[in-house]
């Protein structure tokens, strides 16, 4: 069996019991170690074979899963945050189906849900926002036409883009076309890391305070009124609201 394990998005205390349990149990592990914390390879049993695959190509790492799979060795795939998001499980998936090998996904936490907490802010705050967009700018790897940030920018909405930093500038001007020049932006390097450094700003100011601080990798930016200081609440826990769990209360 090969597993993909969601590695969260780098204090290895996030990943979840069900990934360390199976990380622990496997005689392979195949870590992306340009992303993954090291430290999440403690929890690899002490005679695990351990692969980086920053270093290799597609096949390379498929041959090293089918020549594991002939042995009888279980793998652990080893993606950092959620491998459904931006992880490029798809083309493993395909060739694993080829040569008819078994596979599971376990979730992990991804970087923008990360960044979010270390903020301190939800990102669907009632009257403000109710929509997450997840995205990226388009570079070597193309973005359809449709859903280029200045389109998605004119929904208003909570915006979490991934892979983009490098290119602080042009987001910024692409954010512009569809949000108020003073929404606020805040870029979040290495959530949850010990090396983890956050920058808050708008659109105006925070191209250049993220390069002044020289950030250029590994880094989410999340845009929206959620990160304003905001009045507004849920009903849900509101004494005048019902539901099927609890009545509201008379006045």
């Not at 659109?203 to 590994?218: C, F, M, P, R």
């Amino acid at each position: 069996m090969v597993y993909f394990i969601g590695a969260g998005p780098g204090d290895p205390e996030l990943i979840t019991l069900k990934g360390m349990k199976i990380i622990q149990a496997c005689d392979v592990v195949i870590y992306a170690g340009s992303l993954v914390n090291k430290e999440i390879l403690k929890y690899a049993k002490p005679k695990a074979e351990v692969y980086d695959s920053a270093t290799m190509n597609l096949d390379e790492i498929i041959g090293l899963i089918v020549k594991s799979h002939k042995d009888g060795k279980d793998v652990a795939r080893i993606h950092t945050g959620d491998p459904a998001i931006y992880g490029a499980i798809h083309e493993q998936i395909v060739r694993l189906e080829k040569e008819n090998i078994d596979y599971e996904i376990i979730p992990g936490v991804s970087s923008f849900l990360a960044a979010a907490s270390v903020l301190k802010k939800e990102l669907t705050i009632p009257e403000i926002t109710q929509t997450v967009i997840i995205t990226r700018i388009g570079g070597r790897t193309e973005v359809p036409k449709e859903q280029e940030l200045k389109d998605l920018s004119r929904h208003g909405a909570t915006m979490a883009i991934f892979l983009s930093v490098q290119e602080i500038d042009r987001v910024v001007s692409e954010l512009k076309k569809g949000y108020q020049e003073n929404t606020p932006v805040a870029v979040v390097y290495k959530a949850t890391w010990e090396d983890q450094l956050i920058v808050k700003g708008t659109l105006n100011d925070i191209s250049q305070k993220v390069k002044s601080k020289g950030i250029n990798k590994t880094a989410m930016i999340l845009v929206g009124d959620f990160l304003k200081d905001i009045k507004t609440y849920s009903k849900l826990y509101d004494k005048e609201f019902s539901h099927s769990f609890r009545k509201k209360e008379d006045l």
